[in-house]
Structures are given as C-alpha cells and as structure tokens.
C-alpha cells in the first residue's frame, strides 16, 4: 500500500537530506493500528534515492510513504513526466514529440516505435487521470480540458501533477498511475466478475 508522503521538498532536497530517514506514520490508514518500522526500498530514477516504509501487524500490510514528487507505479519524477506529456500536447506530432524527448543520438536512445510506445503510455495514463479529476471535482476543474495546458493554465502553475496530488488527496487510492496511489482496498471495494463454466451440451437421451 502506498501512502502520500506530503512534502514541499524537491526531489534533489530530499535526497541530500536522506529524509527518508525521518519519515514518520502514526498509524495504519487502514485500520488505525500501530506500526512499526518496515525498513526501506530503492527507487532508481531519475538518480538512486530510499522511501520509508512500514508494517502493520494486525492487516499485515506494508505500508509505503511516497513524497509528493514521485510517480506512481512509474519510474521517474511527476514534473519528468509532465513536461513529456506538455511536449507532446505542443508538438506537430507524436512522432516529432518522441524525437524531442527521447532523441536518437543520447547516450540511451532507443528505436523511433519504441520511443513512441513509451510517450503514448506516459500521455494516456496522464490525460486519463485527468479527466478523472475533473469528474471528482467538476465545481473547481469544469471547462478544462484533459490536458496539461489546459489545468496549468487553471492552477496557475508549471507543477500541475504534484500540485494535483495535494488538491485530491482524499482521493488518491481511486486514481490511476503515475498520480494515484496503490491502495488495495479501492481494489478490494470493486466488484470482481468471474465467468461461469460452461455446463456443455446436455448428454443424449437414454436409449429406449
């Protein structure tokens, strides 16, 4: 489970200060009860950098603390990744926009379909979990469009994703990646449909 570390901190402040070190949950948000220290895991990107995590006994659950400014279930940082999906809203095409932010000649480039599939998964997760924000909230996000243009120009503000993380906390474990959080109880509360066996053909009839 992924619980919102909520910080002002940048990335580079909160490695040089290892602050992951201090990071503090009071209680399971699950349950309520008491944890205990989990240890820590690794994060790679954009340079190697520790989350906190904790363990709750009683839901025997880990329960990991990501700061504000990192993806979910996505390498990299929020502001990485909305300034890809920013490119890509402005340029003439996809393919122009993949050439931009993944070039041929850097030191890890990679195929121009590859470069493509990469951009397509980081636009459509963003503008998907965009348009679910502006059905949680209508009041304050209606008239937007489900682009990073369109509720930068709403916010006022150039850190649309981390600032989204703040404005829809409540709602985070409904949210799709990079900015929800993975909540397995908003997994558990939905409906899980499983397809019934087929009885086959009936058998034939007894002879006479």
């Not at 996505?74 to 490119?87: Q, S």
């Amino acid at each position: 489970m992924q619980q919102r570390l909520a910080t002002a901190l940048t990335f580079e402040a909160y490695v040089t200060g290892e602050e992951w070190r201090t990071a503090t949950l009071s209680c399971c948000p699950a349950c309520t009860g008491p944890v205990t220290s989990g240890g820590t895991y690794g994060r790679k990107l954009p340079k190697p950098a520790r989350i906190a995590r904790f363990y709750c006994a009683l839901c025997h659950m880990t329960i990991s603390l990501l700061p504000d400014f990192y993806a979910s279930r996505t390498p990299g940082l929020l502001r990485d990744i909305e300034e890809v999906v920013a490119v890509a809203e402005s340029a003439r095409s996809l393919e122009d926009a993949a050439n931009r932010v993944r070039p041929a000649d850097a030191a890890a480039a990679v195929t121009l379909t590859s470069a493509l599939r990469w951009l397509c998964r980081r636009v459509g997760a963003v503008h998907r979990a965009l348009a679910t924000v502006i059905g949680l909230l209508p009041a304050r996000f209606e008239g937007c469009a489900t682009t990073i243009a369109s509720f930068r120009e709403r916010l006022g503000t150039t850190q649309v994703l981390v600032g989204l993380r703040e404005i829809c906390a409540r709602y985070l474990g409904g949210l799709a990646a990079p900015l929800g959080l993975i909540d397995p109880r908003a997994t558990r509360a939905r409906p899980r449909w499983r397809r019934q066996q087929s009885t086959g053909p009936d058998p034939p009839a007894p002879s006479p």
